[in-house]
């Protein structure tokens, strides 16, 4: 991979504000929020300097092996290199970077680990929110092993609709692959650009769809994941009924029972038929209601986002106090006009008001065409561009700006909004003097929404970002178990929400998990600390 | 339960049929085969001798168990009662049958079976037919635990459509009390009369959709298992990310790992539009092209059965070589109008053959209108009454009958056909001296079809009707495993299915599940021999 990742912010190096333009952001958000941020100059890889490593590969091993500085640092973090990599605080890298090319240099870098008993982190795109792929402190020699070599799709089925796809292929590339077949996978989570399918599949990660199919967990058609015990590959099959399904053992496994190297993939044709809308809401328990309807009805659109007012306002422009539904149907085969009317109409006898001008159908076009309006002002707000640049702008400046999400039933879900905003808003205030939140809904099912929230600290108080981010996730942490949500619907739990999957997690499955684990990874080598304790 | 269920049949006592309807039945057939078949006399109850229960329970436990005759015999087969109780032919009855009424019975049951190291087996419906609940040979003291008198729905969430509803009941009666409230959970396997929710969980069963949610998987928002470690309960939520999923170790566990004893499952609203067609193709290969398209197009019909050209013609009169497809949609809120024409106009395009007059669309109505025609007939053929009665006519006759299914990618469904076809035919020439075989897709994915074969006998042969079944099903079951199927897409693993599930699994899972059992099931006492060995 030529590409150079930025080691502080989510994007490229090519990406990177200059240190001007950061300090013009810093002014920009002191005048608007009434306190002095300063943009921290961001030490250059040369000066950085990091702990000596504790173990050297063998010879055998080191053509695909790296122990330099910017691969260490690079790989100290997930997402979190945000609050970190400015400042170049690595006090913890890995001591060995990995990057097998081949199922055979997997299997060699995982042996020599287990065999000396080194822990080893499962690396993809290093999106992690959640603290997934961090070292963690007081532990003995790490060897991170980063899948970015292998990244090619091996094969397609187009009768069947699947391809057997590599697991360290970042979102753009793999839709590089497809896209001259006439496919898509059609995953794209927010960290699309830097994240991988392997990655997508140990975290169980949401994607583009809205409802029906909506994690990647439904298009997994089988996979292959080595474990220190050996090779676990399922069989390539449309669906089964024969035991408990072997892949959803490994799906959401999140790198501690094993490395995924590859699976067969359920594509889809690249859709031509379209059908979009955006209604408004009088008020916020409007909106989801109607949601909860169109998603009960089971048109299943593709896109049933509901932004509360708060967030249509400031992303598309909304009126006050307007929620904001936006729909959005599509289809490789026919034309959505006919669902989109239905959609519509379930909409407006919920109280919707429909712009009719806002409607578009497109029957057959291969791209397409230019969208304005409400619905292209959100889309551009919250469509990381392919190179994710931009997510890293306000690194080091000490703005509290953070995101949370969960599922819950209709029949929970007001009580969980109420609490949930009440206790963040209560964090902000005591950490930042206040701030701001808002909900949207990434997903719909017929029981329930998953509900987004984000907030932003008011005025940072020269707390720590990390800990002002700490007292937030831990109120609206409490908040959404107490209401009877996940502590995360797509997120996963990595090191971060452990506190709060363990009170969610059956506990006779937490030692079924351990039992697992015993059985393929007998040394405790693999992600310690995430999910169960080593 | 008042409903005496037959102990040679699969249905109530009250549909048996007569002994001279039998010998009429035996006449017609012997007949139509050109062989002498005789239908055997069936042993009253009362004259059955069963080996003496080897233990007893004590005082506490025996409000909500029982010895007699009647109910150890009844609990000693699934749906191979039909091969073995019309003889008789109880060599290996349960010790005891227990019926727990309450959480606490149950807990009290499986502690005193654990600690005296007797066997348990959790019974459901017994509708199995991979000897799912048949005590093994040479098995120490066994009881069964039925979980009948655990029949309620004990709680409805209208607004997040989901009912929480114990395992024990049956499918009529979890239809009865979903009905008043306007709702239905829509799963409605054949074995819908003769088996309860518990065992739907328990085995992966397939519903009533052909397309999207088949499995029941889909359904279970959560669940409660009893394991001898204790309760494994999981949380309600619509959807998660975090970890493994917990409740995909219960489901498709078969009674290994714990008694599941109630589940939040996903109900509908009654569907009140309806809209079906049936479309002929003039070859087969044409009929499942045309349905593949249609799955993949994802119009998500809930019906979508397509009939080899053997069985269009014996079960819907359809013209010779022709195979029948039957396209259905259904919604509580929404006219299918639209549906059905994309539906159509793909099946046209593939060359399918459609008469309007068999294009039906209700918009509206309560109840579905007396259904004529292709379908109607295929209806009569298929749907076994409320009751169950009739499945069992046969029994003893010595008629080989049988069915088996699997699931496939569509690039390796043509050769699974093939070589299924060829493997069985040769069987049934060398047991039977020939027979007849169709096929028909139960359910269908967008990669691939759940394929569902029936085969009959030419004429038996004197041999047991049980060793033919196992040289037919041994040739098919060999076919599909090397042709990339499963050896099962919902009629689970149980006894019989072991040595090709033993293939099929990866060797790795095998071990994880062995560890999941010796966690929750430390003294193996749960279903020994089913998935995995003790």
Not at 188 to 198: K, V
Request: proline letters at 7%.
């Amino acid at each position: 991979m030529a590409v150079k990742r930025s080691l502080w912010m989510f994007g490229l190096e090519a990406d990177e504000p200059s240190y001007e333009a950061r300090v013009a952001a810093a002014a920009r958000l002191s005048e608007r929020l009434g306190v002095e941020l300063q943009a921290p100059r961001i030490p250059p890889v040369e000066t950085l300097q990091l702990r000596k490593p504790r173990i050297t590969p063998p010879e055998a091993l080191a053509g695909f092996c790296r122990q330099d500085v910017r691969d260490r640092a690079y790989h100290s973090y997930g997402y979190d290199r945000v609050d970190h990599g400015v400042w170049g605080n690595y006090p913890n890298p890995p001591d060995v970077v990995a990057h097998p090319r081949s199922d055979e240099e997997l299997e060699a870098i995982l042996e020599w680990a287990d065999n000396g008993g080194f822990y080893v982190i499962p690396f993809g795109g290093g999106s992690s929110v959640v603290g997934g792929v961090t070292p963690p402190d007081d532990l003995g020699p790490v060897v991170t092993v980063s899948l970015d070599a292998m990244d090619r799709v091996l094969e397609v089925d187009a009768t069947s609709r699947a391809a057997r796809i590599q697991a360290g292929v970042f979102g753009p590339h793999l839709e590089e692959q497809l896209r001259p077949l006439g496919f898509t996978l059609r995953h794209f989570p927010q960290s699309f650009a830097g994240s991988t399918l392997g990655g997508w599949i140990a975290t169980r990660a949401g994607g583009h769809y809205a409802t029906n199919h909506t994690h990647i967990d439904d298009f997994v058609e089988s996979l292959r994941m080595l474990t220190p015990s050996g090779w676990l590959e399922t069989r390539r099959i449309p669906a089964s009924g024969a035991g408990p399904d072997p892949n959803r053992l490994a799906i959401g496994s999140e790198g501690v029972l094993g490395i995924i190297s590859e699976a067969w993939m359920r594509i889809q044709l690249r859709p031509r038929f379209r059908a979009s809308a955006a209604v408004t809401f009088p008020t916020w328990d409007g909106g989801w209601e109607a949601t909860r309807r169109i998603a009960q009805a089971k048109l299943w659109p593709a896109n049933l986002r509901l932004l509360d007012p708060e967030l249509a306002r400031s992303s598309a422009g909304t009126g006050s106090g307007a929620a904001l539904l936006i729909i959005g149907f599509e289809s490789g085969e026919l034309s959505q006009r006919s669902n989109i009317a239905d959609a519509l109409s379930i909409a407006r006898d919920a109280g919707g008001v429909v712009d009719d001008a806002e409607v578009r159908v497109e029957d057959g076009s291969e791209r397409p065409t230019g969208r304005g309006g409400t619905i292209g002002a959100w889309r551009e707000a919250f469509i990381p561009g392919a190179s994710g640049g931009g997510l890293g702008g306000l690194a080091g400046l000490g703005v509290v700006a953070g995101t949370f999400e969960t599922a819950v039933t209709w029949e929970s879900w007001p009580e969980l909004d109420d609490r949930v905003r009440s206790a963040t808003h209560e964090a902000l205030q005591v950490t930042c003097g206040g701030g701001s939140l808002n909900c949207r809904f990434t997903h719909v099912y017929p029981d329930g929404p998953a509900p987004y929230y984000t907030y932003v600290g008011a005025r940072p108080q020269g707390m720590k970002a990390a800990e002002a981010h700490g007292a937030v996730k831990r109120a609206a942490s409490d908040a959404i178990l107490a209401c009877g949500g996940t502590i995360t619907h797509h997120h996963a739990v990595g090191r971060l929400h452990r506190p709060w999957y363990d009170q969610e997690r059956p506990a006779l499955f937490a030692r079924v998990l351990r039992a697992a684990k015993s059985t393929l990874d007998p040394g405790g080598i693999l992600n310690p600390g995430v999910l169960i304790d080593p």
